[in-house]
């Protein structure tokens, strides 16, 4: 176990360079996240405000402005940050235990799953209250891969697969809505399931922020493990790596993070397809290093889509995932064509 870990940091370490600048980047975007929106606000007083609310100070700053800044944009940033890491992760996570480098949460269904079951919850009332909204994305989260894995096996094809679970997913989805909400409560839900930050506050935070967290830690844990599937499951067993047991963790480490993101900030495509390739191309494809980078680059990612959908149209902030898919989309479109290539 030490020498795992001894290894696992030198590999940080020698890949330290990337880290640091994806961190670095990632500070300067939470800064601009900060200042950056309907009303803009001054360094100075992004300084002045948190040094009143983290240190204690007695800076005088505008009440409004204060609030804006804490209350508002940066409890929306963290939950970026936590977003755009989780969904990174889980899609490295799923394209090495699946071996397929197509595969992320939005192409294979879950996060269509997830907002199905949190669409149940919220709207058909599923649980009598006894449900969160959370606990019902990530059931069905869990539905979809299951429905996607058994689908895939009978037809060979796991992106086809993926594609139909999440029509099927959204379309319940639609279904719901048009049934049983109202016509404002159907608009909100619907700009919801496009990704939307702007209903998240501290209270999301706080949820967000533990759950990334230890999703982060557990599969920075199985990076060996992960290193292994890259090269089949025959391989992993070789190996030592008791192959079902760490699938099924990682498999339900996956589906949490999805469900409890989605829950919270709705559908948001590539991030999880996209990030990945990125990553790997910086750094390789060792986990204990991949891991870190793709969350690090996922949250900075998220970050300044976010920032994005607040400034391109004045006056009115689009869907985050229409964002991020308008980036996504020529992203992956060149990736594939680097792929074709080689």
């Known amino acids: 176990m030490i020498r795992v870990m001894y290894k696992f940091g030198y590999l940080v370490f020698d890949n330290a360079k990337y880290l640091l600048a994806a961190f670095s980047l990632l500070l300067t975007a939470m800064l601009l996240a900060l200042m950056v929106g309907e009303s803009s606000i001054s360094l100075a007083t992004v300084y002045r ?18 609030g804006i800044l804490w209350e508002y944009r940066l409890s929306r940033a963290v939950v970026a940050i936590c977003c755009g890491a989780a969904l990174a992760v889980s899609g490295v996570i799923l394209q090495s235990l699946l071996r397929n480098v197509l595969v992320d949460p939005y192409i294979l269904g879950i996060s269509a799953g997830a907002s199905a079951g949190a669409v149940a919850v919220a709207i058909l009332g599923v649980g009598a209250g006894a449900l969160s909204m959370s606990f019902g994305a990530f059931l069905g989260a869990l539905l979809a891969f299951v429905l996607v894995l058994v689908l895939a096996r009978f037809t060979g094809h796991m992106i086809l697969a993926g594609i139909a679970g999440a029509q099927l997913f959204h379309a319940l989805s639609a279904l719901m809505i048009t049934k049983s909400a109202n016509a404002e409560a159907a608009r909100g839900i619907m700009f919801w399931l496009l990704g939307n930050l702007s209903g998240v506050r501290w209270q999301d935070a706080w949820f967000a922020v533990p759950i990334a967290s230890i999703g982060l830690l557990i599969t920075w844990y199985y990076a060996r493990a992960l290193d292994a599937f890259t090269f089949g499951t025959e391989s992993a067993q070789s190996l030592g790596i008791p192959v079902a047991r760490v699938r099924f963790i990682l498999i339900l480490v996956t589906a949490t993070l999805t469900a409890v993101m989605v829950s919270m900030v709705g559908s948001i495509g590539f991030v999880g397809l996209v990030i990945p390739h990125a990553a790997r191309f910086l750094v390789g494809v060792r986990h204990a290093v991949l891991l870190p980078t793709a969350a690090l680059m996922g949250a900075l990612f998220l970050v300044l889509a976010d920032i994005l959908s607040r ?19 020529p992203a992956f479109a060149l990736i594939l064509i680097r792929g074709a290539k080689n």
Request: glycine residues 10%; aromatic residues 0%; charged residues 10%.
């Open 311 to 329: 400034i391109v149209i004045t006056g009115q902030v689009l869907p985050i995932g229409v964002v991020t898919a308008l980036i996504g989309a």
């Open 49 to 66: 405000t948190l040094a009143n609310k983290l240190l204690g100070a007695a800076h005088t700053v505008d009440l409004i402005d204060a």
